[in-house]
């Protein structure tokens, strides 16, 4: 019970009356409130009961309620044994002592108190056995020994004890007591062989049939080379593992082993990286010792499409094949883009052009004013003739025009500047190097000051196309003779394929121009 007492107003004169709360639970207790609704207010002293099994006082508070005792007892269970535990856990209770009751068998249970004995037929505990044959004094679970003392089973428990009875060699026999002993001998023996070395063997096993291992050095009867060989073996030249090292053919030290060129017939290889240059332009890849093969990607490209860049996307407008080198090439049916304001290509591009290179002058103008000294439809030389004198003369003197391309002194010499590589020839000086190249049996047109490819000139489209034909054919007659094809079915296979793609053209031409004259026709009613 609360009883509330208001004891006056606060110093700052507010509204709020105290009350003084005398709890009946306990007396002296007075607690002070800004209310008084009684009910929100609990007695904070702690209980004064105490357990009526244990006698333990109360640890919570006075208004709490008091619960489950947890104060810690000593309480005996049925047992006969004392354990501690919680007051309010009593029965919750169980023993954790060994059970100490003693089996049939006269072992004292080992399981603990509060769970079910050991049977005894499940009973492990160690007891002494004297095995009936042998005499062994062994130690064995009371489980199986047991049973065959008081005759339950007549099956006699194996005796684990080493075999006491040597072998017709002298030996210790492995196996356990009981069991059959073995007719061959397996211990490790030394013994010298014929060469002189210590060497190891199975006892039962025949001396003459072991070789021996030890590395010894023996001197190669062909190559000299001194090199640890094992001892049984002889002086083959074959098993030679040195560095042969020998001039090749190319030039390089032979990189195979002494005892395989020795297999060869001394034909030594070399493991050199190659360093020639494929007549397709790119460098070869392959070892020296190799048949040269290009890996490459396969070079040929126009606006249109380009044949060999791995990638199988479209990349500024063009199309992308993504073909090696040695495959065949994609030929490209688009109208054929070398045309200039003179004079314009009727072909498909990846026909040879019919027209020639045009030879007007540049009409453009470089950036400082003066005129270009290049040719129509060519990139526009990076020189200025009077900006650059000096390079320009330098140019010519490099490059010096020959009299039998009938121009006269009074001529301005003009340029090309190849697309490729950058470099700036004149252009009369070019046509007679292209000439003269492709007159000795070049496969590919190159720039005459560093021997680049030289493929994006528009001037010489027309040479580079024809020479891409060609390697395109020889490309199909080596796939036709992997394939094991005679030279009349490669060159009319080929044929075929070329009357196909010819076929095509002249169907899209005249799909084409159909529908052209049927939009003007009905431009035309309308």
Known sequence: MMKFEPFGLTPERQCCVFFRVVVRCHPPYQHESPTSEGPLLTCQEQCTKRCLKCGAKCVKQCQADCGTCHAAVTIQLECGHN?????????????????NIELECGHICQNKCNSDCVKVENCDQGVEFTHPRCKHLLIFPCSQARPFEFGISKATPACYEPCPERLVCGHRCPLKCGQPCPTMCDTIVLFTGACGHQLQ???????????CTALVDSDMPHCSHRIKIDCHMSKNQNECRSICRKRTSCGHDCSLSCGECFKRASVHECSAPCTKQLPCGHPCRALCGKPCKCLDSCRVRCVHQRCGTMSRTLKGGSLVHGRQCEQPCAQCIEPCDNHCEHRACSKRCYEECNVRACDRPC????????????????ICP???????????????ERFPE???????????????????????VPYKYMDVFVKKELAEGAIVIRCPQCKGLVEDCKRYIRQTKRLWAEADTRKWEQKMVAEDMSAAEIRGRYIDMRNQVQARIVEVRSYTQTQREGGMEGKMKQ
């Open 83 to 99: 354990v501690r535990c919680d007051c309010g856990a009593r029965n919750l209770a169980r023993c954790k002592e060994p059970c």
């Open 201 to 211: 063997k199975k006892c039962s096993e025949d001396s003459r049939h072991i070789k």
């Open 363 to 378: 009409a453009k103008t470089l950036r400082c004013g003066h005129a270009c000294l290049g040719l129509c439809g060519e």
């Open 382 to 396: 990076k020189l200025c003739g009077t900006c650059s004198k000096t390079n320009y003369k330098a140019v010519l």
């Open 402 to 424: 020959d009299d039998s391309t009938g121009s006269s002194s009074g001529d301005v010499a003009r340029l090309l500047e190849m697309p490729d590589c950058g470099h700036i």
